[in-house]
């Protein structure tokens, strides 16, 4: 008796999760979208610290962002002032793929470019065939 109870109680449990954990409080969605869009920031503003194109596409995006913390805190300016990011300045020498392309006198962070394209193991425009043959953490 005591096993036919104890498994009508762990069957009524089992219907009763799914509709607990598929609604989320008002604070929980908040909470979501907030997640959602700082990590989505994010992203683009560690890519665009060195790839001209996400630089670009990051500065899109924080007008729209920009506007959200307007909307969202227009009564307390110091967390306004806490979460407002700046653009990033688009005059970056990097190809899409994050390699650096020299400057007018065909260097490369001082060093000369064919240096510096052999020390990394890649070329502007193009891919490493192998990455594990450059040097690592560059």
């Known amino acids: 008796m005591k096993l036919i109870a104890a498994i009508a ?4 449990l089992i219907l009763a999760i799914p509709s607990a954990l598929g609604e ?3 604070y929980q969605r908040g909470v979501a979208n907030g ?3 700082g990590l989505f920031m994010g992203e683009y503003h560690g890519r665009g610290q060195y790839v001209m194109e ?5 500065n899109t995006y924080l007008e729209n962002y920009n506007q959200f913390l307007w909307t969202s805190f227009a009564n307390n300016q ?3 002032n806490e979460f407002m990011l700046s653009p990033i300045a688009v005059g970056l020498r990097s190809s899409s793929t994050g390699v650096l392309r020299p400057d007018a006198s065909g260097r490369v962070l001082g060093y000369p470019a064919d240096s510096y394209f052999t020390w990394i193991g ?3 425009g193009t891919t490493p065939l192998n990455p594990g043959d450059s040097l690592p953490g560059v």
């Open 122 to 124: 890649a070329v502007p």
């Open 54 to 58: 996400s630089a670009g596409q990051f």
């Open 9 to 12: 109680v762990l069957i009524m």
């Open 24 to 26: 989320m409080t008002d």
């Open 35 to 37: 997640l959602k869009i």
């Open 78 to 80: 110091s967390l306004i």
